[in-house]
């Protein structure tokens, strides 16, 4: 159980352009998801919080008219990246947890390149 | 801030060895503890968790970890590696109660030679 899907796996865009990654929890509800940022041979970074029918929390330094957070129901967040540029290409996962105590499970990621 | 170090950026063992990955964090506050692991390929999971209880956790794969308060630290071991153990673990932090707010280390490769 806790399964965290993420979609899509890859991307490829234009700089100028923007993308939209879809986080579903599969077999639970999640009023929090968590998007998160990892560099090439990095840790993870957290960027922000997305909060079921509420704005999402942002993490200093992280720019919220570039990363858009829709959290529209209890299995769907959203992250767009809007007018992306190559600077922006990285590694994106989210995560959530289905209740307290259990831990977080982690999507499979999604690699986005920016040309 | 609160952070989390590791100190083993990168760790080459032979199969069979013995496998200790520190783990440092920096927050005077009651903490929970996670260590993941990240095969080539796939996507994060959850090797084990520290909530409260026994300091010493059990987890998958015959990993295990123990928790010592007053070091701050959270190191994560096994007995005998296999080449398939060859990933990059995460060691992250949450505080307790900022649920989902996970603060990573910067990772350790491990490479298992068979």
């Known amino acids: 159980g806790a399964v965290v899907s993420q979609h899509p796996s890859r991307v490829i865009c234009k700089s100028g352009t923007s993308v939209k990654i879809e986080c579903r929890s599969l077999?639970?509800?999640?009023?929090?998801m968590f998007w998160y940022r990892q560099f090439p041979k990095q840790s993870l970074m957290l960027m922000a919080t997305?909060?079921?029918?509420?704005?999402?929390?942002?993490e200093q330094g992280v720019e919220k008219d570039k990363f858009l957070i829709n959290h529209a129901s209890l299995t769907l967040s959203t992250l767009t990246v809007t007018s992306a540029h190559p600077e922006d290409s990285s590694f994106y996962i989210c995560?959530?947890?289905?209740?307290?105590?259990?831990?977080?499970?982690f999507g499979s990621g999604t690699r986005l390149t920016v040309v | 801030a609160q952070s989390v170090s590791q100190h083993n950026h990168h760790v080459i063992l032979s199969e069979a060895a013995s496998l200790e990955l520190g783990c440092n964090y920096s927050?005077?506050?009651?903490?929970?503890l996670f260590w993941y692991v990240q095969y080539p390929g796939q996507h994060l999971q959850l090797l084990l968790k520290?909530?409260?209880?026994?300091?010493l956790v059990k987890g998958i794969k015959g990993f295990e970890a123990e928790f010592i308060k007053s070091k701050f630290s959270f190191n994560l071991r096994k007995p005998s590696v296999q080449w398939s153990d060859t990933a990059e673990y995460f060691c992250?932090?949450?505080?307790?109660?900022?649920?989902?707010?996970?603060?990573f280390g910067q990772g350790t490769t491990l490479q298992v030679k068979p």
């Open positions: 997305s909060n079921e029918g509420s704005k999402a929390t942002y």
């Open positions: 077999d639970f509800q999640a009023t929090t």
């Open positions: 995560s959530a947890s289905p209740r307290a105590n259990y831990g977080y499970t």
């Open positions: 927050y005077g506050g009651t903490v929970n």
């Open positions: 520290y909530f409260s209880g026994d300091p």
């Open positions: 992250a932090v949450s505080l307790s109660g900022n649920t989902g707010k996970l603060i």
